[in-house]
């Protein structure tokens, strides 16, 4: 089993540009969450998910958009890139609620200039 | 909502010696409460974790004890070896719930 993949590994953009961060767990996890880690400033949520075709919003949601048309992909979109989104991305996946282990992708470091 | 404090932000301590991060959390309902080891470059990994029916838990060299009257959770590492080096959260969450509240993370530094 992979676990959780998370493509690409790394990315730089330009602000406005927009890209797609792709997660895929092979687990047949319900859930499935979006975080970004900043320095000093630990996980923080921007969207997750309890199911196929379901999304919420988490702590941090604003640029973001996300997508869960398979139960095993969940994307993180970025419209129009600020700086202020450079971060490291990582995507988690557990088989229920918060009462169980998150299992987290390698993460997606990205740079916005 | 539920908030999770960590401390401290950094901790060096001599291989060999014992390490212990301290986590308070905000929400009385909150029953489930897991650690979490970050190496470099790489995403978080459970270690331990603790539900509000037990005091303790231990697993080799770690160790989780949870104080539900003063809404607090200690990590304890023992015996500390330099793989132990890492950052490591703590994490709070309950049933019904269905996010994780993630404190700010400790850089445990374990010098040779």
């Known amino acids: 089993n992979a676990g959780v993949t998370q493509t690409p590994k790394f990315r730089v953009l330009k602000t406005g540009q927009s890209m797609t961060l792709l997660c895929a767990q092979d687990?047949?996890?319900?859930?499935m969450y979006w975080y970004r880690q900043d320095p000093g400033m630990g996980l923080r949520l921007i969207h997750y998910?309890?199911?196929?075709?379901?999304?919420a919003k988490g702590e941090v949601p604003d640029g973001y958009n996300v997508s869960r048309l398979k139960k095993q992909n969940f994307l993180l979109g970025l419209e129009s890139a600020a700086p202020s989104q450079t971060s490291v991305y990582f995507c988690a996946s557990s088989y229920n609620s918060g009462l169980y282990e998150q299992y987290f992708g390698p993460g997606t470091r990205l740079t916005v200039t | 909502g539920e908030n999770v404090e960590q401390h401290p932000s950094t901790l060096s301590v001599q291989e060999g010696d014992s390490a212990v991060i301290k986590c308070t959390y905000s929400d009385s309902a909150s029953n489930y409460f897991p650690w979490y080891k970050q190496e470099l470059g790489k995403g978080p990994q459970l270690i331990i974790d603790i539900r509000s029916n037990v005091g303790e838990k231990k697993d080799q060299r770690i160790a989780v004890t949870l104080n539900k009257t003063a809404k607090h959770f200690s990590l304890h590492i023992t015996e500390t070896q330099p793989e132990d080096s890492a950052v490591y959260f703590c994490?709070?969450?309950?049933?019904?719930?269905?996010?994780?509240?993630f404190g700010i993370g400790t850089k445990l530094q374990v010098i040779p």
């Open positions: 687990m047949n996890h319900e859930y």
């Open positions: 998910s309890v199911g196929e075709g379901t999304t």
């Open positions: 994490a709070a969450s309950m049933a019904g719930y269905q996010k994780v509240t």
